[in-house]
């Protein structure tokens, strides 16, 4: 379903609730979270463009791999929000736009109260113990088996509120 105009509360449930299967599923199966958390909301409402799914892809792991920048469920999270409420090139001079900013922080405290923090090395430290260096494949493949499931599910809640705030 697509939609133009804001759904019902009962009707947002369900979408959420199918978002967060499908943000899930890819994450287990393909990873890189932004791009998972951009294309369950493509599917499940639309406003997410391939180009941005695209342009999501250096966000995962941190940013970069690097692990130290926000998770990136939760970049990927904040960029559906602007694509519904954030400001388009062409209305720069139309003032801040700060409905998104207000959405995009919702999300954000959303995410810290779950986690306590929003770095990706916050989070593999919470969810096995210990920070892993994503560039060295030996880590990467440690940090794949340890960390089960528990980023898919990060993904997909973050995909879930996302659904919320639309």
């Keep these: 379903m697509k939609w133009r ?18 943000a899930f599923d890819y994450e287990l199966k393909y990873g890189c ?27 995962s792991g941190g940013g970069g791999l690097s692990g130290a920048g926000a998770c990136g469920a939760l970049t990927g999270g904040l960029m559906a929000l602007s694509c519904k409420h ?41 969810f096995t113990g210990k920070t892993y260096d ?9 940090f794949n088996k340890a960390r089960k499931d528990q980023c898919a599910r990060a993904t997909a809640l973050v995909t879930q509120w996302v659904i919320e705030l639309l």
Excluded: M
């Excluded at 736009?97 to 929003?118: A, Q």
């Design 5 to 22: 105009n804001t759904p019902k509360k009962e009707e947002k449930e369900d979408i959420g609730k199918k978002a967060y299967k499908i």
């Design 33 to 59: 979270c932004s791009q998972c958390v951009l294309t369950a909301v493509k599917e499940t409402v639309g406003l997410v463009t391939d180009e941005t799914i695209k342009a999501s892809h250096g966000l």
């Design 86 to 126: 954030g400001r388009a090139r062409n209305r720069f001079g139309w003032g801040r736009f700060t409905k998104n900013f207000k959405s995009g922080n919702e999300l954000i405290e959303r995410f810290r109260k779950e986690y306590g923090d929003i770095t990706c090395q916050h989070l593999q430290q919470q």
């Design 134 to 142: 994503l560039w060295i494949a030996k880590e990467s493949a440690e």
